[in-house]
């Protein structure tokens, strides 16, 4: 199975990413989505714990591969992207599944993914810069900033819409 694991800090592209991928019928999964339902599952709202703090805390239980443990039941076919890598742990795991796993770094100006988290309105968006910084504070301790740096491939989305569509897609092909 080729493995194809999309990293970036909030807000840089990677849902985009997504849609591409999804329109070239490349199954992928989000990291996110697990945490999210498991915080909705787990009655960790009703303690006010906030899925940060879950994904964090089932880390703390579980190990820092948790996540990607929890993907890797998900997963099958020949090629599978994955949304949301955050350490290399994360990385370790998938790479114990396969031979064949690319990071690719998706990246985009800090002020530019503030606007885009705001705009996007989930219930994770930031009210504010200093929610943003301890946001960008929480997913950098967990080694995310590693993952991008080690990246394979990097897409800079810092211009329209249709030309960052447009890179993806070049880069997605030639993984195929």
């Known amino acids: 199975m080729k493995i194809l694991l999309v990293t970036g800090m909030p807000g840089a592209g ?16 989000r990291m996110g989505d697990i945490v999210r339902e498991f915080h909705q599952t787990s009655g960790a709202a009703e303690r006010g714990l906030s899925v940060g703090q879950v994904a964090n ?20 076919g ?15 795991s998938y790479k114990g599944l396969s031979d064949s796993v690319y990071i690719i770094g998706v990246h985009a100006p800090r002020p530019v993914r503030y606007d885009r988290l705001v705009k996007r309105g989930r219930e994770d968006a930031p009210n504010n810069m200093a929610e943003f ?15 991008i740096a080690l ?9 329209d819409l249709e030309s960052f569509q447009s890179k993806v897609k070049k880069e997605l092909e030639a993984l195929r």
């Open 14 to 29: 990677k849902e985009e990413l997504l849609n591409v991928a999804r329109s070239m019928d490349i199954p992928f999964l």
């Open 57 to 76: 805390g089932e880390r703390e239980l579980h190990g820092k591969d948790i996540w990607a443990k929890r993907a890797i039941e998900r997963m099958s």
């Open 78 to 92: 020949d090629i599978f992207l994955v949304d949301g890598c955050r350490s290399l742990d994360e990385v370790d």
């Open 133 to 147: 910084d301890e946001r960008d504070n929480r997913e950098l301790g967990w080694g995310l900033g590693n993952v």
């Open 151 to 159: 990246s394979d491939i990097m897409i800079i989305n810092d211009s």
